[in-house]
């Protein structure tokens, strides 16, 4: 079974920064890709952010020139580096790993964004 867990959550004033983690329990190039969504109150969940296989990003509209998705293949760990963040990005963010197996997330970390 894989465990993902996330952690690096905080309350941050708007405009700071925020780096968050998601830790494997197992080799992250076994994944077909990796991602970030969040889910804000009363909000579905939404994808933030993905690392294919190979190494390449996606982000969405909103978090584009703000966020940047990377990873550690040694560590097992896939990290979301946030900046100049907004009210609109608080929530709790997901990890989410992609197998040929089926998909997986995290118990997610909690951002709060204040003024």
């Known amino acids: 079974q894989v465990q993902l867990v996330e952690s690096g959550g905080d309350l941050v004033q708007a405009g700071g920064s925020l780096r968050l983690s998601c830790a494997a329990s197992e080799s992250i190039l076994s994944f077909e890709h990796m991602a970030w969504y969040r889910q804000g109150p009363g909000m579905q969940r939404e994808l933030v952010a993905t690392?294919?296989?190979?190494?390449?990003?996606y982000y969405s509209d909103s978090v584009k020139g703000r966020f940047t998705i990377s990873r550690d293949i040694a560590k097992n760990t896939v990290y979301l580096q946030m900046i100049s963040l907004k009210f609109e990005d608080a929530g709790v963010y997901y990890c989410y790993a992609e197998s040929g197996y089926g998909g997986y997330y995290g118990r997610g970390t909690q951002v709060t964004v204040s003024s």
């Open positions: 690392i294919s296989n190979g190494g390449s990003p």
